[in-house]
């Protein structure tokens, strides 16, 4: 049989353990929970191998936020090939009664381009907000969209990377989202790991990005 010690050890280990995962599962569930970038979707904001943590949108609503252009936010997204749905990154251009229209790549804002600036290895979007952010641009360029104006409860959302290359069979880089799918604003990137190829002579291992690491979301 145990001795009396040994009880009370494994009694006050279970309590904190059990303490621990009811404090992750009410951080997870009602504050903060953290998401894998899979794809080059939003590059160069977020790249494949980030982790970013995202506050849950409606702690976010109730600390007196609303949505915004420019906010990048996790939402869930329905599989067009089966009755699933994964969740999905992209960042809101067009808020309700916003008509939105892409042609030729370009973004146009109730019938405006959005103002750009080129940069060494990207554009700048401006946005009449104020929020700036950078994005990429490579032919193949999107199919044109719009216009479309959103209806009452909705929101536009897109890729910051504007290329058909990184689009499988079932993805789409814009989507006309009810607010109610968006699970969480993405705050910062708290970690990053490049994938490393199993070709001979190549590490196993990841690498971690250490400049990408702990950077705030624009």
């Known amino acids: 049989m145990l001795k009396h010690s ?21 951080i997870r569930t009602f504050l903060i929970e953290a998401y894998q970038i899979p794809n080059f979707s939003m590059k160069p904001t977020l790249i494949e191998g980030d982790t970013v943590f995202a506050v849950k949108w409606p702690l976010w609503l109730k600390l007196g936020h609303s949505p915004e252009r420019g906010d990048v936010v996790i939402y869930t997204q329905k599989i067009l090939t089966s009755f699933s749905q994964t969740h999905s990154v992209k960042r809101i251009l067009g808020l309700e009664k916003d008509t939105i229209t892409i042609k030729e790549g370009t973004l146009f804002l109730n019938n405006k381009p959005l103002d750009l600036s080129q940069m060494s290895h990207s554009f700048q979007e401006n946005l009449p907000n104020g929020r700036t952010y950078e994005t990429s641009r490579e032919p193949p360029f999107l199919d044109d969209f719009g216009p479309e104006k959103i209806p009452p409860g909705f929101v536009f959302v897109l890729n910051d990377f504007r290329s058909k290359s990184t689009l499988s069979g079932n993805q789409v880089p814009w ?14 990137i708290w970690l990053s790991l490049e994938k490393q190829s199993h070709l001979k002579g190549s590490s196993w291992f990841p690498q971690f990005r250490f400049k990408r690491m702990f950077q705030r979301i624009q």
């Open 175 to 188: 989507a006309i989202t009810p607010l109610s799918s968006i699970q969480g604003k993405v705050l910062w």
């Open 6 to 26: 040994t009880r009370i050890i494994l009694k006050d280990y279970g309590i904190t353990l059990s303490l621990a995962i009811a404090i992750g599962f009410f």
